[in-house]
C-alpha cells in the first residue's frame, strides 16, 4: 500500500514537471525568445561560474584545512618522510597551477560572457607565449622528475647484508610471515610443490635444506625500529600486494616471481601511540591488489619494538618445526639431530608427543 | 599558415557525377537496422552508449550503497539481484566485485570508446571533411554489428549463475585466470573475454575506416592543416587503436589459452584449494605489460575525442579562433606518440626492475607538457571571447575543469616514489575518474548537445540542457574530489568494506557524501534522457547553423540524407576557426566561403590565395607529400 502511495506521488511528480517544462517551452515560443540566440541565461550562467568557483575553493580549503589530522596519516619510517616531503612539494606545486588555471577559467566564462554587438579578439596563435607556457612547465616537471628520480633509486637500492630479513607471503585471505631463525639467520628454501596446509606447511618449507630448521612462522609480523628491514615478498595463489599505510611501504605480492621491498622504521609502535594519544593503536599491513572475495579483510597486525626488545622476542618464538614435529620423520637420518638442535626440540619432548 | 603546396590541377570534381539528390529506396531493415550511412551509424552507437552508461552508473550506484551506507539493509534490492544480495540484506562481497568490475569494463570501454568515437567518429569524420559517407560504409556496419554481438554477450554475462567477471577491469591473472579462485572467473570470464574480442574486432573496422577516410574523401581544398580538430582528434584516437587494441587481442588470447588448454603463459608456482598447480613458469607480469600497453593508450583513446569536440565547441562559442591551432595538433600528436611509451606507470611497485620505473617515470611527465599546453591554450581561446553559454559549451568547460583537476594529480602518481603510497587507493580512483572518465563523458555529452541539431534536425531544450549540467558539473566535483582525501588517508581500492580496519574507518561521513552525490548525479542524467528522447520528435525545429559554425556540416540540409550534401559537396578555402575575424560582416565565415567573397576581412597573404581559388571549373588540389 504505502509503496503504491510513494509510486502515485513519484508520478504526479513528474506530471508537474513536465508541465512546468511545457509551459516554460510555449512561454518560449510566444516571447520569442527561443529564436534568440542568446538569452537571459547567459546571464545565469555566466554567474553561476563564480558562485561555483568560489563555493568549490572555499569548500576545499575549508576541508584541507579542518581536517588536516584526519586525512593524513602519521609517517613511520625514513623514506617515508622523503617520499612525503615530495609529496606536499608537488602538492604545493600543482595546487598553485589548479588554483590560478580553474580561476582563469571560470573568471573568463564570467567576464568574457556573450555582450550584444561585441566580438570576440581575433588572436589565432602567439608563438612567444606559447614557448613560454611549454617551457615553463617542462622546467617545472623536470624538478619534480628528478628529485623523484633521486628518491626513487634510494629507496630501491640494494639492501645492505645486516638488514633483517622477513618473508610476507600472501595467499586467499591472509598474510603469512617467516623469519629466518635464530640460528643461523637464513630462510630455507621452498617450494611450492611442497605446500601442504592441512599438515601444516603452508610456506612449502623445502626440510632437505638445513637453513629451514630453526624458522619460525609467527601469527603477527615484528620488526625493529632503527634497522633495516627488508621484506621478501611472495604469493601462493593469486597477485596481493603488501602495504603497510604508516611505513609508506607497498609492493606486490605475485605467484612465480619472488619481489622484495627495503625499508628503515623510525618510529615503533608505542611511539605511535604516543605520537597520536592512542593506547591502543596497532600497525597493520594489509592488501592492496584484488585478489577474490576477501580482499578487503586481509589484515595482518604488525608491531614494531625496539632493538633489544626485537631480539628478546624473535629468542622466544618456538620454531616451526618444534610446532610441526611430523616433519621431523621426513628429514633425512643424518641431518635429523642437526634439526633437533635448530629447532630448538629436546629428545624427551620428542618421545612424549610421539 | 599552411605550408603544404598547393597547385592547380585539371582534375575536375571526382564526385560530381555521383548525384545524392533523390534518397535510396530504404525500408526499415536497411534504414534503421542494417545501414550502411555513416550518421545512422553513428546513432546506432550513441544510442548503445546511452544504454550502457545509463547501466554502468547504476552499477556504480549500487556499489556506492554499499560504500556509503555500509549497515543499510538493502533486502529491498532482491527483487532486482536475486542471491546476490546476501539473506541479511547485504551485498555479496563477491558481487561487490563484479560491480566494480562490470562498471569499469562499460564505462571504459563500452560507453567512452564505443559510446564516444563510435559516435562522433563516425556522425562527424564524413560531414566535417567533406565526404558522401565512410570508406566502407559496409565494413562500418559491420563494426556496429561486432559491438552490437559484444554487447550483447558482455549483457548476458551479468545474468549467469557464477556472476560476471570480477577480477577488476583489468583482469590480472592468476585472479582471472583461476575460477577456483573467484566465482566470477569461470563462465563470466569466459563471456567477457569473447566479448572484448568481438569488440576489439568492431574497434578495428571502424578504425581502418576512420583513417581511410580521413586520409582519402577531403573534399577539394580540405588539406590537412584546415582540418577542424575534433578530426584531428577523431584520427589520431583511430592510430592509437589500431595499434595498441590488437596487443589486447594477443594478452587476451594467451589468457584464453591459458584457461582452457591449459598452457602457461602468466601462470606459475600455484598452490590453490588445497592443491598445487602444474603450471610453471609462466609470469603474470607479463600479461600486466601486455594489457597496460593497450590499457594506457586506451586512457587517450577516450579522451582525445573529447578534447577535439570541446576545441571545436569552445572555438565556436567563444566566437574566437582556437588559439595555437598548431600546437593543438601538435600535442595531440605528440600525446598520441608518448602514449605507448608511458604504460608501465601502472606497474611500478609490481617488482619490475626499478630502473625501468625511472625510464617510464621520466616519460610519464614529459606527457604533462602536451596536456599543460592544451589547457593553456583553452584558456587562451576563452579570453576576450564573446561566449554563448550554450549546454555543449558548458560541458565543454566543465572537461577542461576536469582536465585541470585531474591531470594535475597525474603528477603525483606519475612520480615512481610517490605514487609507492597511492598505487591502488582513492586517491587514482579520483585521479582517473575526473580526467579520463568525467572529462571524457562531459565530452561526450558537450558533442551530443552540439550536434544534436545535425543529427535529428530538432534542438534539445537548451534550459534543462543547463539544469542537467549544473547538477551533474557539481555532482560530479562532490563525488570524486572527496576520494582524494580518502586516498591520501591510505584506503585501499575496491574494498567491500573498511569496518575491519580500526585505523582505517574514519571517513563514514564523506563516503557518505559522497555516495549521495553518486546518486543525485544518476538521476540528474534522467533530465537528460528525458530532453534527448523528447527532442528527437518533440523538439524545436533546427535552423541550418544553430550555432554560426564554419565547419563543413552545417552547410548540409538540416535534415541530411544518405550521401550528405544533394549535388557538389562544397569546396574548402579557409581553416574552420574564422571566427571574429576584424573587418567581417558575421562574426564567423564558414569554411567554404573563399577568399575572393571576404575582400573585407582577408589578411595579406589569404589575398595571395585568391589568385588560386579556381575561378574557372579547375580545382585547388593540396597536395601532400
Known amino acids: ?354 | 599558415m599552411a605550408t603544404a603546396d598547393i597547385h592547380i590541377s585539371e582534375e575536375t570534381h571526382s564526385d560530381g557525377h555521383h548525384e545524392h539528390d533523390h534518397e535510396h529506396s530504404t525500408n526499415f531493415w536497411t534504414h534503421y537496422v542494417f545501414t550502411t550511412d555513416h550518421k545512422m551509424i553513428a546513432k546506432q552507437f550513441l544510442i548503445s552508449g546511452i544504454f550502457w552508461a545509463l547501466l554502468g552508473g547504476i552499477l556504480s550506484v549500487i556499489f556506492r550503497l554499499q560504500l556509503g551506507f555500509p549497515e543499510a539493509q538493502l533486502g529491498w534490492l532482491k527483487p532486482f539481484l536475486g542471491d546476490w544480495i546476501t539473506a541479511e540484506g547485504k551485498i555479496d562481497p563477491e558481487f561487490y566485485l563484479a560491480l566494480v568490475t562490470m562498471h569499469g569494463t562499460i564505462m571504459v570501454f563500452f560507453v567512452l570508446t564505443a559510446g564516444l568515437s563510435g559516435t562522433f567518429s563516425n556522425f562527424l569524420i564524413p560531414l566535417q571533411i567533406g565526404a558522401r559517407d565512410m570508406a566502407s560504409g559496409f565494413m562500418n556496419m559491420l563494426s556496429y554489428w561486432f559491438f552490437f554481438a559484444s554487447s550483447v554477450i558482455m549483457f548476458t554475462s551479468l545474468f549467469i549463475e557464477t556472476g560476471p567477471a570480477s577480477g577488476g577491469w583489468v583482469i590480472y591473472p592468476p585472479l582471472s585466470a583461476l575460477p577456483q579462485a573467484v566465482n566470477g572467473s569461470g563462465l563470466g570470464m569466459t563471456l567477457w573475454l569473447t566479448s572484448m574480442a568481438l569488440f576489439i574486432v568492431s574497434t578495428l573496422l571502424g578504425g581502418i575506416n576512420y583513417i581511410t577516410t580521413v586520409i582519402n574523401l577531403r573534399t577539394n581544398g580540405m588539406s590537412f592543416s584546415k582540418l577542424p580538430l575534433t578530426i584531428w582528434a577523431f584520427f589520431l584516437t583511430a592510430i592509437i587503436g589500431l595499434l595498441s587494441f590488437p596487443v589486447l587481442f594477443s594478452a587476451a588470447l594467451l589468457l584464453i589459452f591459458d584457461r582452457s588448454f591449459g598452457t602457461s603463459f602468466y601462470l606459475s608456482d600455484i598452490y590453490i584449494n588445497g592443491e598445487a598447480l602444474p603450471n610453471q613458469g609462466g609470469s603474470p607480469i607479463l600479461f600486466q605489460h601486455l594489457f597496460w600497453f593497450l590499457g594506457h593508450p586506451e586512457v587517450y583513446i577516450v579522451l582525445l575525442p573529447a578534447l577535439g569536440i570541446t576545441s571545436e565547441i569552445i572555438a565556436t562559442n567563444s566566437r574566437k579562433p582556437i588559439f595555437g591551432y598548431k600546437a593543438m595538433v601538435g600535442s595531440m600528436l605528440f600525446i598520441a606518440i608518448l602514449s605507448f611509451i608511458v604504460w608501465a606507470h601502472h606497474m611500478f611497485v609490481t617488482g619490475m626492475n626499478p630502473f625501468l620505473g625511472s625510464v617510464f617515470m621520466l616519460l610519464t611527465l614529459i606527457i604533462a607538457v602536451p596536456s599543460a599546453v592544451k589547457v593553456f591554450n583553452y584558456l587562451a581561446t576563452l579570453w576576450k571571447g564573446n561566449i554563448r553559454f550554450t549546454p555543449g559549451m558548458l560541458f565543454s568547460i566543465g572537461l577542461v575543469s576536469f582536465f585541470i583537476s585531474g591531470g594535475l594529480t597525474g603528477i603525483f602518481l606519475g612520480n615512481s616514489a610517490i605514487d609507492i603510497q597511492l598505487h591502488d587507493t582513492y586517491f587514482v580512483v579520483a585521479h582517473f575518474h575526473l580526467v579520463m572518465g568525467s572529462a571524457s563523458f562531459f565530452g561526450l555529452m558537450a558533442g551530443v548537445y552540439h550536434w544534436f541539431p545535425k543529427m535529428y534536425g530538432r534542438m534539445m531544450d537548451a534550459k534543462l540542457g543547463y539544469i542537467h549540467f549544473w547538477l551533474t558539473f557539481v555532482g560530479v566535483y562532490l563525488v570524486f574530489f572527496p576520494l582524494h582525501y580518502i586516498g591520501i588517508a591510505g584506503y585501499p581500492r575496491r574494498y567491500y568494506s573498511f569496518t575491519n580496519f580500526d585505523a582505517l574507518n574514519s571517513f563514514s561521513d564523506l563516503n557518505m557524501l559522497v555516495s549521495i552525490a553518486a546518486i543525485l548525479t544518476l538521476a540528474a542524467q534522467f533530465i537528460f534522457l528525458f530532453n534527448f528522447f523528447y527532442s528527437i520528435w518533440r523538439g524545436r525545429k533546427a535552423p541550418a547553423n544553430p550555432w554560426q559554425s564554419n565547419t563543413l556540416e552545417w552547410t548540409t540540409p538540416i535534415n541530411p540524407g544518405h550521401g550528405n550534401w544533394p549535388g557538389e559537396i562544397p569546396t574548402v578555402y579557409r581553416w574552420p576557426y574564422d571566427y571574429s575575424k576584424p573587418g567581417a560582416e558575421e562574426d564567423f565565415i564558414p569554411q567554404h566561403i573563399p577568399y575572393s567573397e571576404t575582400p573585407e576581412s582577408n589578411l595579406d597573404h589569404e589575398n595571395e590565395l585568391i589568385k588560386l581559388e579556381g575561378a574557372s571549373d579547375k580545382a585547388i588540389i593540396v597536395d601532400e607529400k
Open chain 1, 1 to 354: 500500500m504505502f509503496g503504491i502511495i510513494i509510486a502515485i506521488g513519484v508520478l504526479l511528480l513528474l506530471v508537474i514537471l513536465y508541465t512546468l517544462f511545457r509551459i516554460g517551452t510555449l512561454v518560449n515560443v510566444v516571447k520569442g525568445t527561443d529564436k534568440k540566440i542568446v538569452s537571459t541565461s547567459n546571464k545565469v550562467n555566466g554567474a553561476l561560474m563564480m558562485l561555483f568557483m568560489i563555493g568549490g575553493f572555499g569548500f576545499m580549503f575549508w576541508y584541507s584545512w579542518v581536517y588536516f589530522d584526519k586525512y593524513t596519516l602519521p609517517v613511520a619510517s625514513e623514506h617515508g618522510e622523503l617520499t612525503d616531503q615530495l609529496f606536499w612539494v608537488t602538492t604545493a606545486v600543482t595546487g598553485v597551477v589548479f588554483v590560478i588555471t580553474n580561476v582563469l577559467l571560470f573568471y573568463f566564462g564570467w567576464k568574457y560572457q556573450y555582450k550584444e554587438g561585441a566580438r570576440g579578439k581575433f588572436y589565432p596563435d602567439n608563438v612567444k607565449l606559447e614557448l613560454l607556457w611549454t617551457v615553463v612547465p617542462a622546467i617545472v616537471l623536470s624538478v619534480l622528475v628528478f628529485t623523484g628520480l633521486q628518491a626513487w633509486s634510494d629507496i630501491t637500492s640494494k639492501a645492505s647484508d645486516d638488514a633483517e630479513v622477513i618473508e610476507v607471503m600472501g595467499y586467499q585471505f591472509a598474510w603469512a610471515v617467516r623469519y629466518p631463525g635464530v640460528k643461523d639467520n637464513q630462510l630455507g628454501n621452498y617450494d611450492y610443490k611442497l605446500i601442504d596446509d592441512i599438515k601444516g606447511n603452508q610456506f612449502g618449507i623445502d626440510i632437505t635444506d638445513e637453513n629451514s630448521y630453526d624458522d619460525f612462522t609467527p601469527l603477527e609480523m615484528h620488526f625493529p625500529k632503527g634497522k633495516e628491514v627488508l621484506l621478501k615478498i611472495r604469493a601462493r595463489d593469486v597477485l596481493h600486494s603488501v602495504f603497510l599505510p604508516y611505513q609508506r611501504v607497498k609492493m606486490d605480492a605475485v605467484p612465480g616471481q619472488p619481489t622484495h621491498f627495503k625499508f628503515l622504521a623510525n618510529k615503533s609502535t608505542q611511539d605511535m601511540r604516543d605520537e597520536i594519544g592512542d593506547p591502543e593503536f596497532d600497525y597493520f599491513l594489509t592488501c592492496t591488489e584484488i585478489c577474490g572475495r576477501g580482499h578487503f579483510s586481509m589484515k595482518l597486525k604488525v608491531v614494531v619494538d625496539e632493538p633489544e626488545d626485537y631480539e628478546k622476542w624473535k629468542a622466544e618464538q618456538q620454531t616451526w618445526l618444534k610446532l610441526n614435529p611430523d616433519y621431523l620423520e621426513e628429514i633425512p637420518a643424518e641431518k635429523r639431530e642437526l634439526a633437533k638442535i635448530k629447532a630448538g626440540i629436546e629428545n624427551t619432548e620428542l618421545e612424549a608427543t610421539l
